[in-house]
C-alpha cells in the first residue's frame, strides 16, 4: 500500500518535540516518561502514559499541576504475535499524551487535538474520521458543532473500541479516537473504521470520569479528567508516508543495521524475511529499554519478557 505523504513532514524527534511544545503553550506542565517498571502493582510493565497518573485520578495522590504532557514510553505484549506482521503493532511504542487531573475536560480536550492534528500537523481535514462512544451525545455534539466535523465523518462505536480503561479494575471511561484516512477515494459512503488498510486511529482521548471495582461496578470519580494518547511511530508512519511505522526514522534505523550484519538489504529481502526485520526491530527497541529500566533477562516475570 502506497502512502502518499500528508501533512507536514517532520522526523519522529520533531513531532515529539511538536506535540508536547503544543500543549506546554496550553499551560500542560512538561513531564519526564516513568520508568517502564511501574510502581503500579496491577500491571507487569508500563502500558500506557496514564499509568504514572492513575493515583490522581483515583484521588489516592493529590496532582501538583492541573495539566501535564508527557511523551511516555510504553511495552504491552498484547499484540507480540501480531508485530511485524501488520503495518502497525509494537511491543515496545511512545505514547504522546495531554492529561487533565479535574480541569478542562471534553470540549477543550476535542478542540486542542482537532487544532494539532490540522493546524499544527496539518493533516488534511477532509481524511480525518473521528469516533465516539455509542451514548456519547455530549461529544458527538462537540464533533459536529463547535468543530465542524461532518456526520458521515462522527462514527458511533460500542464499549470495545470505544471505553477505556487500564484493566478490569480501576479509572476508566468513554473516548473519542481520531482517524487518519489513507484512501479517502474510497468514498463516504461506507466508512468501515475497523478496516485497517483505509483507516489508522492516531489520538485517542479518553474522558476518564469513573473507577470500575471488581464486580464491574462504575463509580464516579471526584474529579473529571483527561487522558489522551496520540501513538508517535504512527504519526511518524502518516507524516513521513510510509507504508508502515517499521519504516519510520524511529525503527528503520535498526532495521538497517540488521541488514547490514546479515548481508540482505531490506529492499532485497522477501516478504517474510522483511518480517523478521520487523519483528528485530520492535524487538530491540523493547530489549534496550528494557535493559535501560533495570529489567535483567531471566525466566521470571518482566525478567522473561526481556529474555523470552
Ligand atoms: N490511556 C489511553 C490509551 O492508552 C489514552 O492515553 O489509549
Given at each position: 500500500m502506497a502512502t502518499p505523504p500528508s501533512g507536514n513532514f517532520l522526523t519522529g524527534d520533531q513531532i515529539r518535540q511538536t506535540f508536547l511544545s503544543f500543549y506546554e503553550a496550553k499551560a500542560h506542565k512538561r513531564l519526564p516518561s516513568a520508568s517502564l517498571v511501574p510502581e503500579d502493582t496491577t500491571v507487569l510493565l508500563t502500558i500506557a502514559g496514564m499509568l504514572q497518573f492513575k493515583p490522581i485520578f483515583l484521588g489516592q495522590r493529590k496532582a501538583e499541576v492541573d495539566r501535564a504532557t508527557t511523551s511516555q514510553k510504553c511495552i504491552r505484549t498484547n499484540d507480540i504475535e501480531n508485530v511485524g506482521r501488520t503495518a502497525r503493532h509494537h511491543t515496545f511504542f511512545e505514547m504522546l499524551g495531554n492529561f487533565s487531573f479535574g480541569d478542562y475536560f471534553k470540549k477543550e480536550a476535542i478542540a486542542w487535538a482537532w487544532e494539532l492534528s490540522t493546524q499544527v500537523l496539518k493533516l488534511p481535514v477532509e481524511r480525518l474520521v473521528v469516533s465516539v462512544f455509542e451514548t456519547d451525545d455530549e461529544a458527538y455534539d462537540i464533533w459536529k458543532n463547535d468543530i465542524g466535523v461532518r456526520e458521515t465523518h462522527i462514527r458511533r462505536m460500542g464499549e470495545a473500541d470505544n471505553f477505556w480503561a487500564s484493566g478490569p479494575t480501576g479509572p476508566c471511561g468513554p473516548c473519542s479516537e481520531i482517524y487518519y484516512d489513507f484512501h479517502p477515494e474510497r468514498g463516504d459512503q461506507d466508512i468501515d473504521l475497523e478496516d485497517?488498510?483505509?483507516?489508522?486511529?492516531?489520538?485517542?482521548?479518553?474522558?476518564?470520569?469513573?473507577?470500575?471495582d471488581a464486580e464491574g461496578k462504575l463509580t464516579p470519580?471526584?474529579?473529571?479528567?483527561?487522558?489522551?494518547?496520540?501513538?508517535?511511530?504512527?504519526?511518524?508512519?502518516?507524516?513521513?508516508?510510509?507504508?508502515?511505522?517499521?519504516?519510520?526514522?524511529?525503527?528503520?534505523?535498526?532495521?538497517?543495521?540488521?541488514?547490514?550484519?546479515?548481508?540482505?538489504?531490506?529492499?532485497q529481502a522477501s516478504e517474510a524475511q522483511k518480517t523478521s526485520y520487523k519483528v528485530i526491530g520492535d524487538h530491540v527497541r523493547a530489549v534496550s529499554h528494557l535493559i535501560a529500566d533495570g529489567v535483567v533477562a531471566s525466566n521470571l516475570g518482566r525478567g522473561y519478557i526481556c529474555g523470552g
Amino acid at each position: 500500500m502506497a502512502t502518499p505523504p500528508s501533512g507536514n513532514f517532520l522526523t519522529g524527534d520533531q513531532i515529539r518535540q511538536t506535540f508536547l511544545s503544543f500543549y506546554e503553550a496550553k499551560a500542560h506542565k512538561r513531564l519526564p516518561s516513568a520508568s517502564l517498571v511501574p510502581e503500579d502493582t496491577t500491571v507487569l510493565l508500563t502500558i500506557a502514559g496514564m499509568l504514572q497518573f492513575k493515583p490522581i485520578f483515583l484521588g489516592q495522590r493529590k496532582a501538583e499541576v492541573d495539566r501535564a504532557t508527557t511523551s511516555q514510553k510504553c511495552i504491552r505484549t498484547n499484540d507480540i504475535e501480531n508485530v511485524g506482521r501488520t503495518a502497525r503493532h509494537h511491543t515496545f511504542f511512545e505514547m504522546l499524551g495531554n492529561f487533565s487531573f479535574g480541569d478542562y475536560f471534553k470540549k477543550e480536550a476535542i478542540a486542542w487535538a482537532w487544532e494539532l492534528s490540522t493546524q499544527v500537523l496539518k493533516l488534511p481535514v477532509e481524511r480525518l474520521v473521528v469516533s465516539v462512544f455509542e451514548t456519547d451525545d455530549e461529544a458527538y455534539d462537540i464533533w459536529k458543532n463547535d468543530i465542524g466535523v461532518r456526520e458521515t465523518h462522527i462514527r458511533r462505536m460500542g464499549e470495545a473500541d470505544n471505553f477505556w480503561a487500564s484493566g478490569p479494575t480501576g479509572p476508566c471511561g468513554p473516548c473519542s479516537e481520531i482517524y487518519y484516512d489513507f484512501h479517502p477515494e474510497r468514498g463516504d459512503q461506507d466508512i468501515d473504521l475497523e478496516d485497517d488498510s483505509r483507516f489508522i486511529e492516531f489520538y485517542n482521548l479518553v474522558f476518564m470520569q469513573y473507577n470500575r471495582d471488581a464486580e464491574g461496578k462504575l463509580t464516579p470519580l471526584a474529579n473529571q479528567n483527561i487522558d489522551t494518547g496520540m501513538g508517535l511511530e504512527r504519526m511518524a508512519q502518516i507524516l513521513q508516508g510510509k507504508p508502515n511505522n517499521y519504516e519510520t526514522d524511529l525503527i528503520f534505523p535498526i532495521i538497517e543495521a540488521a541488514s547490514k550484519i546479515s548481508g540482505l538489504h531490506y529492499e532485497q529481502a522477501s516478504e517474510a524475511q522483511k518480517t523478521s526485520y520487523k519483528v528485530i526491530g520492535d524487538h530491540v527497541r523493547a530489549v534496550s529499554h528494557l535493559i535501560a529500566d533495570g529489567v535483567v533477562a531471566s525466566n521470571l516475570g518482566r525478567g522473561y519478557i526481556c529474555g523470552g
